[in-house]
């Protein structure tokens, strides 16, 4: 299917989002208005603009109904200001809250974000309103009823689980349990999960969709490793994605922020799609964008890379923009690139640059056994003798036949190892070292 065909497409579907709904407030504030006050002497941030937006699950119906698809929204709010805000909201992008639980007795929960007038730049700290009530047995019922109506009738089933604070989870354990019993009714349905905290309980019926802190978190709690936060995200994601995808054979999509994104496809392939080249904004709500655009592109290409490719698109477009971003489908379709990707079957390979063979020019690359492209073996021969001859003779001023006579050793041993690996080579190095005797025995590892 083409770019147009499946932007087109997002039209006829129909999507249920589930989970954690919050209202975002954005407030610009003008640093230059305030006094201070009389009793505390503390200078007041006098709000100039105020704007209210569906936050959390609520970002995500926004950013779905956006692309075109309808919307059903299901979740609890209160019945309060920010509750009844939080559905015109969602209403005036024509998605249906008409399944949404509305209790006198819970609290909307929100983020409060305030913006400098002068710069546009977020610089004060949050103001968030949680719940510390978890969910009521009549709450979990409720759920549970209208899933039952819900999901039959749905193309795809978006979980967006965004508790982080609080006791007061939508997809709690009792939900997310009758949400897995559905997928076994209905194995067809497409379910695709969002989680901050939890991505371990969704993994075994969903699709998963998670940033590289959320996967490794995952991995700790599932694999029972010792696994450690990781400067290289790329290397991190694909070795412990392609771990959880061997243990629950689902496919996973790993969010890599300026590195693109990285994904196990249901046939185990790994995707890795590079990331748009775009001056960032503001990043909030890119991992919304991305969750959005990769649900509706996977329902309807049913093709993995694509949707990954529909992901990092929206998320690339979404950063250039202040707060969460509107990705309409003329935008989408305007801003749309064709980006940089590789597919792997073998689970044992490691690709860290795909920017590296951007140019077309490359068409075959060779690899060594271990992994290590053999494209300028030249240089690395160049390279290898500077090394050995260094490490046998330590910089020493020697004589010219001494030299020689190395130079020649050095020069055979790298003609004969070529396609070896380093290790091996560097055992070989160790006894030529003490061979020699140029270096004290004690400096020798």
């Known amino acids: 299917m083409g770019i147009e065909e499946i932007v087109e497409g997002f039209r006829k579907l129909k999507v249920l989002v589930i989970g954690d709904f919050f209202l975002d407030k954005y407030y610009i504030y003008d640093p230059k208005i305030g006094e201070p006050s009389l009793e505390t002497g503390i200078i007041p941030i006098v ?4 704007e209210p937006s569906p936050g959390a699950a609520g970002n995500v119906a926004r950013n779905v109904a956006m692309l075109g698809a309808h919307v059903i929204t299901l979740g609890i709010i209160g019945d309060d200001e920010e509750g009844k805000t939080l559905l015109r909201c969602l209403e005036k992008l024509g998605i249906d809250t008409s399944h949404m639980i509305v209790s006198p007795y819970r609290a909307t929960r929100f983020y409060s974000k305030f913006f400098n007038a002068e710069t546009m730049k977020e610089d004060k700290p949050r103001i968030d309103r949680y719940d510390s009530s978890p969910l009521t047995e009549d709450e979990e019922r409720e759920l549970k009823n ?68 959320e996967l490794l978190k995952a991995a700790r ?60 904004v503001d990043v909030c709500g890119a991992g919304d964008a991305f969750t959005s655009c990769f649900s509706l592109a ?36 305007n801003e749309f690139e064709a980006l940089p990707f590789f597919s792997l079957k073998n689970e044992n390979t490691i690709v860290l640059n795909p920017e590296k063979i951007k140019n077309e020019k490359v068409k075959v690359a060779l690899f060594d056994f271990d992994g290590t492209v053999s494209l300028l073996r030249r240089g690395w021969e160049d390279v290898m003798e500077k090394v050995m001859m260094e490490a046998i003779t330590g910089g020493k001023e020697i004589s010219e036949e001494l030299y020689h006579q190395i130079l020649s050793t050095v020069r055979n041993l790298i003609n004969r ?11 070989v190095l160790e006894k030529l070292v003490r061979r020699y005797g140029l270096i004290p025995e004690k400096e020798i590892l």
């Open 47 to 50: 709000i100039t603009e105020y």
């Open 146 to 213: 209208k899933l039952d109506l819900l999901v039959k009738e749905a193309d795809v089933v978006l979980l967006i689980d965004q508790c982080e604070a609080g006791k007061f989870r939508t997809l709690n354990h009792a939900v997310v349990d009758h949400l897995r019993s559905l997928k076994r009714k209905y194995p067809e349905k497409l379910f695709i999960a969002d989680s901050r905290k939890n991505v371990k309980e969704f993994l075994d019926f969903c699709v998963v969709k998670c940033n590289v802190t």
């Open 221 to 280: 709690e599932i694999l029972k490793e010792n696994v450690e936060s990781c400067s290289e995200p790329v290397f991190c994601s694909q070795m412990y994605g392609k771990k959880l995808f061997e243990k629950f054979r689902n496919p996973i999509a790993i969010t890599l922020g300026e590195k693109g994104a990285l994904g196990i496809d249901e046939k185990g392939t790994l995707i890795r799609i590079s990331a748009k080249e775009v001056e960032v």
């Open 298 to 333: 996977l329902i309807e290409s049913q093709d993995f890379r694509k949707a990954l490719s529909f992901g990092v698109n929206c998320g690339g477009i979404c950063v250039q923009q202040p707060r969460t971003g509107k990705v309409t489908p003329k935008v989408l379709l």
């Open 417 to 427: 190892s070529t396609g070896v690996r380093t290790s091996v080579q560097m055992k």
